[in-house]
């Protein structure tokens, strides 16, 4: 089984191939915008140019298309390119390879960004993107959709929450480290309306596994993946210094305080971003996906044996 994956470079990337390394029966093929050089790249590493042009060597079974931009807003075209530009040009060349199925990590940022109240977005939610990125990414959706039916493409489309794992440069990833180091965290208090849905790396790789043992699991769904329970960002950054036996002091700050934060202006957006509520409904992947998803306490051990192993 042929599997081409684009952006694989990246933060989920990375840990997506090195999980599926490890099933025998596929074959993977890495679509990069620099390949390596010619005498010394893998044989299944290709441009996108070489995609383009029907240069790849072997049919695709599926594609897993996360390549994307990692960034909110921009001046020129650069989302829309990086985005909605990039999908359409992979769904033409698929024909070249007798490809019908198609896996787009899309983001919960379709429905809006982080806010101080409880609002649970469902796959059904109203979509209100605000930033550039966000936008670039429903458009890439509706282009699916569309291709799906004109191309005889069958596709899922995951829309993901905040993601964490191995190797990740977020600003929680920066938290962690600072727990790591035994050093005092601020945070507000675990509070029912601050609460936050996580990806956790591992459930995609349970999730893209699952896809690829189950071809007819890719059945032109959107699915919101997190998870299995949302959490505050307290709760988390607890479990993780519990698990990580550290002796950092997080120091967490009443909801009051919040508040007032969120009222003040200059403070508002980035305190929201990373402190406020941000949940979805994933009952509709929890009910379909047979194998099970991890909770955050789960993957936060897993998480912690990665960086062990290092």
């Not at 896996?103 to 605000?130: A, Q």
């Amino acid at each position: 089984m042929n599997i081409a994956i684009s952006g694989a470079n990246g933060f989920i990337g990375r840990n997506l191939i090195s999980c599926l390394k490890q099933i025998k029966h596929i074959t993977l093929i890495t679509i990069l915008r620099n390949p390596s050089d010619p005498l010394k790249k893998d044989a299944n590493e290709y441009s996108y140019e070489d995609l383009y042009n029907g240069q790849l060597n072997d049919n695709i079974d599926l594609f897993i298309h996360l390549a994307s931009p990692n960034y909110d807003y921009c001046k020129d075209n650069s989302l829309n390119e990086g985005i909605f530009d990039l999908t359409q040009s992979i769904l033409k060349s698929l024909e070249n390879y007798n490809c019908k199925k198609f896996i787009f990590f899309s983001s919960c940022k379709v429905y809006g960004e982080s806010s101080s109240s409880t609002i649970v977005h469902n796959e059904l939610s109203d979509l209100k993107p605000v930033s550039d990125y966000a936008k670039a990414k429903v458009k890439a959706e509706d282009l699916i959709i569309e291709e799906s039916t004109n191309r005889g493409i069958n596709y899922l489309i995951y829309r993901l929450p905040f993601v964490y794992g191995y190797g990740m440069k977020s600003n929680i990833g920066k938290l962690l480290k600072i727990i790591d180091k035994s050093i005092p965290v601020v945070t507000f208090r675990n509070n029912q309306d601050l609460k936050k849905s996580f990806l956790s790396t591992e459930n995609i790789n349970r999730l893209i596994s699952y896809n690829i043992d189950n071809p007819d699991s890719v059945n032109n769904q959107i699915y919101n993946i997190s998870d299995t329970e949302p959490l505050s960002l307290d709760a988390f950054l607890k479990e993780y210094k519990k698990q990580a036996h550290s002796r950092a002091l997080i120091i967490s700050m009443p909801r009051a305080i919040a508040n007032l934060f969120f009222k003040t202006p200059l403070l508002r957006n980035p305190i929201i971003k990373i402190f406020g509520s941000f949940e979805i409904d994933n009952s509709k992947i929890k009910r379909d996906f047979k194998d099970g998803l991890l909770s955050s306490s789960q993957a936060i051990k897993k998480l912690i044996l990665d960086k062990m192993e290092q």
